[in-house]
């Protein structure tokens, strides 16, 4: 099984800031990576697929990038509602599988 | 636009089975698929399986063949059956759809999630 590790867990940022956020794979998954953001008391939501391609109604500041085993989450600009979690997940070998997640809490 | 509704008991005995349904309004059911993901209290998402419209399923091997997906079109509903339940698997369970209608790589429409409590 493919293992995705976040960091980092936790990251204080303020409003205004860029904020980069990191997904290493065990193994290369090419570019078969999503980002998602969940808020508490809440359901994921879809942000970037294929690594790098934002769903539907996603704003610009969100940026994916990275191939085979390291991809990168860029927020260039927090706002307010960007605090939030959020988890890369990759399919492999006709399985899905999450990171653990980074917070991203106001500084 | 598509919104999927989990329903059933929230809480269920040790040792029986977990069943839950997922109704799918706004759209039909066909040509996506349509997975099952669950979230323990305080923790990660852990993605169970999914059916496809035909009714060909996939499922995570770390459930160790206690869980079954199963689809009724004419119901526009699929569902989720785990056996053999221990208090591991209390956790928000989310039904989700795929963004995509030709892999089930990724999951754009989720349903709010329901809370099941596995206790005696």
């Known amino acids: 099984e493919i293992v995705l590790t976040q960091s980092p867990a936790t990251l204080s940022s303020s409003p205004g800031e860029r904020a980069t956020l990191s997904c290493r794979a065990s193994?290369?998954?090419?570019?078969?990576l999503a980002w998602y953001q969940q808020k508490p008391g809440q359901a994921p939501r879809l942000l970037i697929s294929?690594?790098?391609n934002r769903a539907t109604g996603i704003p610009a500041r969100f940026s994916g990038s990275g191939s085979g085993t390291d991809f990168t989450l860029t927020i260039s600009s927090l706002e307010p509602e960007d605090f939030a979690v959020y988890y890369c997940q990759q399919r492999s070998n006709w399985v899905l599988t999450f990171g653990g997640g980074t917070k991203v809490e106001i500084k | 636009q598509v919104q999927l509704q989990e329903s059933g008991p929230g809480l269920v005995k040790p040792s029986e089975t977990l069943s839950l349904t997922c109704t799918v309004s706004?759209?039909?059911?066909?040509?996506?698929?349509w997975s099952w993901i669950r979230q323990p209290p305080g923790k990660g998402l852990e993605w169970l399986g999914y059916v496809y419209y035909t009714g060909s399923t996939n499922y995570n091997p770390s459930l160790k063949g206690r869980v079954t997906i199963s689809i009724d079109t004419s119901k526009n509903q699929f569902s989720l059956n785990l056996i053999s339940v221990t208090a591991t698997d209390t956790a928000i369970y989310y039904c989700?759809?795929?963004?995509?209608?030709?892999?089930?790589?990724?999951?754009?429409?989720w349903g709010k999630g329901a809370t099941v409590i596995v206790s005696s």
């Open positions: 294929d690594a790098s």
């Open positions: 706004g759209g039909s059911i066909g040509s996506y698929y």
């Open positions: 193994q290369s998954v090419s570019t078969y």
């Open positions: 989700a759809r795929s963004s995509s209608p030709y892999n089930f790589y990724y999951m754009d429409v």
